[in-house]
């Protein structure tokens, strides 16, 4: 099937064919713009005045309605002439493109995580689904016939279910023997000399060690959220300020008004064949960005040491610098309630880095440059 991109204002339309829906696009201000090019590619070009504002671009499946349009990404633009990607028709396999914009983190309903503060993220690759069990293994046979030492490896329900009881040390070490399966250059080090490739041990690698520009590994807790949250701002999930269990795999209770399930307790269509409760990856819709299962199934192990956010804004944070004691996970699970499946709920008490656990997975992602 082609893909259909129109960037609304000039009404033309760019031809791809990745083999999704037809997808449109609109500028939607704040003030008057000029689209002056666009590439098959997905490059956006257009010209602006006044400058230092911020642009929403907006997207929607089909031009029957005025109202189906929603935001994709928030531009902070500071030049007369900007250039954006808002697509990648030929992404890596299993992978699709975040595109770069800014985005308001952490609680927008009040209370914690915060406080909130505006977050600028590079344009990054992120895995479609949860990393499976059948991707693990093909990894991880790979892995430790090249040099690498798992303490505990990984586990999962089925291929085409989400690993589980994995620690934090053995994702980054599979991240990496990823890289070089793939004949890339790993992401992380054993020091800040970034010579010696991480594949073997328990280290706790510090932010100066990572080349951010390499291979796969895991998001930050930054990035994790605005690609959970698809484009859209201020929403309590994926998908919108409500949930059911016909939008993810979780534990539904009546505690949470924003819980409006008709079925309550773990998801009946997976309570079989013993714990996990997993469910397959892709079961459910995806966001708006093309990612699958951001709310529930398992927790997704991110990059950063669990620490307070700052109020100031901030441009590709990496996390607190200081080694502290758990890192941080995200996204809920099939064993817990839908307040763990909030965008910006942050769970750091179930990821030190050598927690194993039953409803506790991951996703990496991988830089657009290399």
């Not at 430790?144 to 994995?166: C, D, I, L, M």
């Not at 990823?178 to 932010?207: C, F, H, M």
């Not at 300020?241 to 979780?250: C, F, K």
Request: glycine share 8%; proline share 6%.
């Amino acid at each position: 099937m082609k893909k259909i991109f129109a960037i609304l204002l000039t009404f033309t339309a760019l031809l791809a064919s990745n083999g999704e829906d037809a997808r449109f696009f609109r500028i939607a201000g704040p003030i008057a713009t000029t689209i002056t090019s666009f590439s098959a590619e997905g490059h956006v070009t257009w010209t602006n005045i006044p400058t230092n504002t911020t642009f929403t671009v907006q997207t929607t499946a089909s031009l029957v309605s005025e109202t189906n349009w929603v935001d994709y990404i928030q531009l902070p633009v500071t030049n007369a002439v900007t250039t954006n990607r808002l697509f990648d028709p030929n992404p890596p396999t299993g992978l699709v493109l975040i595109p770069a914009g800014s985005f308001i983190m952490g609680n927008t309903f009040g209370g914690g995580p915060g406080p909130l503060h505006s977050v600028y993220v590079s344009a990054f690759y992120m895995e479609r689904y949860e990393v499976t069990k059948a991707l693990w293994d093909a990894v991880y046979q790979w892995a430790t016939n090249h040099s690498y030492n798992f303490e505990y490896g990984a586990q999962g329900k089925a291929a085409n279910h989400p690993v589980h009881s994995v620690t934090w040390y053995d994702a980054v070490k599979w991240c990496n023997a990823r890289s070089e399966k793939e004949g890339r250059l790993p992401a992380y080090y054993t020091n800040a000399a970034q010579t010696a490739i991480y594949r073997s041990g328990q280290l706790n690698v510090d932010n100066s060690w990572v080349k951010w520009v390499a291979g796969y590994r895991l998001p930050t807790e930054a990035e994790w959220e605005k690609a959970a949250r698809g484009g859209t701002s201020g929403h309590r999930f994926p998908f919108g300020d409500t949930i059911t269990q016909n939008q993810a795999n979780y534990f539904s209770q009546t505690t949470y008004a924003y819980d409006i399930s008709a079925t309550r307790g773990y998801h009946r269509s997976f309570v079989n064949g013993g714990i996990p409760w997993t469910s397959p990856v892709g079961y459910f819709t995806s966001n708006g960005y093309g990612l699958y299962d951001m709310a529930g199934n398992v927790f997704e192990l991110c990059w950063d040491w669990s620490g307070d956010y700052s109020s100031a804004p901030q441009t590709d944070p990496h996390g607190p610098t200081i080694i502290g004691s758990v890192r941080v996970g995200r996204g809920g699970s099939w064993n817990v309630d839908a307040s763990f499946a909030q965008v910006f709920n942050r769970n750091p008490n179930i990821s030190p880095p050598t927690t194993r656990s039953v409803d506790l997975g991951f996703r990496s992602v991988l830089p657009t440059v290399q």
